[in-house]
């Protein structure tokens, strides 16, 4: 069993945690504040003053404690002002097991660089005060809808296996540029490997490791409504598929072109919804259908 980490879970937030490497630092303060130059000295000395800052043993650390390679150190990160999201994630099932949550576009499954306490792990182990919970699989920031979250640390492995094993039915909604010239339904298979910038995918030739059926539920003008069903789960696929077909989701702000960071319209999402999520539950043998309440419109 994977051992607890020293320090308890805080406003929803679990400890980060740092190994120490080999290197010059005299102190632990120095190590710190070389290692970590956006934090300020002063945020440092405020969290091991207020015990805030561990070794594995629960031990506090001081900033004059002399540098020591191997030993791991418990922090709680935080984000200064971090602006709050004006959009609210819905609980649409919760028992012992499980968590399935609704989630809104712009919100993150989990904390990272800019966000910490507007994510949806967060939100939902403040709000339900289940400290141990754990996303079982992802959804992009810009993406709305089913999220499934294990309750209970000693069965995340046994359904964690039903996603890696594609023993699970996932299907999406997304409006894009209607393409009469293309016969539908249609299985687009490619081969996606990371892009030249680290935030993007792009298909290149090879063996496909990415395959996506694509059928359409309705037509609107020069807009369809897609139903798209992921076969494989690599990274953007869905998005990188549907601008490849030259039918990119409306509001992408990363395919087929990469926009400028930090400019989000809250008016203008990403038209993809993560609309149902289906599987035999592997701990009660029961089969377990989630889906979103949420809509997207074709006007």
């Known amino acids: 069993m994977k051992a607890q980490p020293p320090l308890p879970t805080k406003d929803g937030v679990g400890p980060s945690c740092v190994a120490l490497p080999p290197g010059p630092w005299r102190t632990i303060g120095d190590f710190l504040i070389d290692r970590f130059p956006a934090v300020p ?6 969290r091991m003053q207020q015990g805030e800052l561990v070794d594995e043993q629960g031990v ?3 900033p004059q404690q002399p540098y020591r390679s ?5 922090y709680y990160r935080s984000i200064p002002d971090e602006p709050r999201l004006p959009f609210d994630e819905v609980v649409l099932f919760h028992d012992e097991l499980l968590v399935v949550a609704d989630k809104p576009h712009f919100l993150p499954v989990t904390p990272g660089g800019r966000h910490l306490q507007e994510t949806l792990l967060v939100r939902l182990k403040r709000r339900l005060g289940i400290d141990t919970l754990a996303p079982l699989h992802r959804l992009d920031r810009e993406t709305a809808g089913v999220v499934v979250f294990a309750v209970r640390p000693e069965t995340r492995g046994a359904y964690q296996a039903l996603f890696a094993q594609r023993q699970v039915t996932k299907h999406y909604e997304a409006i894009a540029p209607w393409r009469p010239e293309l016969s539908f339904p249609l299985t687009h298979r490619s081969r996606l490997v990371q892009d030249d910038h680290f ?3 792009r298909e ?3 063996v496909a490791n990415a395959e996506t059926l694509i059928e359409v539920l309705a037509v609107q003008g020069t807009a369809a409504r897609y139903r798209l069903t992921p076969l494989t789960g690599r990274t953007h696929q869905l998005r990188v598929h549907c601008a490849a077909l030259g039918m990119p989701i409306v509001g992408d702000r990363m395919y087929p072109t990469l926009l400028p960071a930090d400019t989000d319209d809250h008016a203008q999402p990403l ?3 993560a609309r149902s999520i289906a599987l035999v539950d592997p701990i009660s043998g029961q089969m377990r259908r989630f889906e979103s309440a949420q809509a997207l419109s074709l006007a």
């Open 41 to 46: 000295t002063a945020t440092w000395q405020a």
């Open 60 to 62: 506090a650390v001081t």
């Open 70 to 74: 191997g030993i791991r150190l418990y």
């Open 199 to 201: 935030l993007r995918m």
């Open 204 to 206: 290149v030739p090879g």
């Open 271 to 273: 038209q993809l919804l």
